[in-house]
């Protein structure tokens, strides 16, 4: 899966726009350069863009893709919103289990828009930014 990524400085939000196929289980990957400059930069709001990607999971697959996220580099202190396009059952589902798993701040926007105004109106969690 290709990646193009770019940073919002003023307002601290690294966004990621994937473009392929995601299949199961084989191509969960991370991205460590990627994670690695948005943690050296202080960036703790993430939108992950995968509204190019061909999506080919089911609902099994997406429970066990949520519980692999922390592979991604991600921590449950980061505000992350994943912008998609159709399947939205598929990603409403995807959001519960996210959150029932721990991942409070991980939400998912059929509009970019929606999810970019609820990143600007998400403050850093105390853990991320204590040193």
Not at 22 to 30: A, C, F, G, R
Not at 42 to 70: A, C, E, G, P, T
Not at 98 to 125: C, I, M, T, V
Request: net charge negative; with cysteine.
């Amino acid at each position: 899966m290709k990646y193009r990524n770019q940073t919002d400085e003023i307002n601290r939000i690294y966004c990621i726009e994937l473009d392929g196929e995601l299949k199961m289980p084989e191509n969960i990957q991370s991205y460590p350069e990627v994670m690695d400059f948005a943690r050296e930069n202080n960036y703790y709001k993430f939108v992950f863009d995968v509204r190019k990607v061909n999506i080919n999971v089911n609902y099994f697959d997406s429970f066990h893709l949520i519980q692999h996220l922390d592979i991604l580099g991600l921590k449950r202190t980061d505000n992350v919103a994943l912008i998609y396009s159709g399947k939205e059952e598929l990603f409403k589902f995807c959001e519960t289990v996210a959150y029932n798993r721990g991942w409070h701040n991980f939400r998912f926007f059929g509009d970019y828009s929606e999810g970019q105004k609820w990143l600007l109106s998400a403050h850093p969690s105390k853990l991320a930014t204590a040193s």
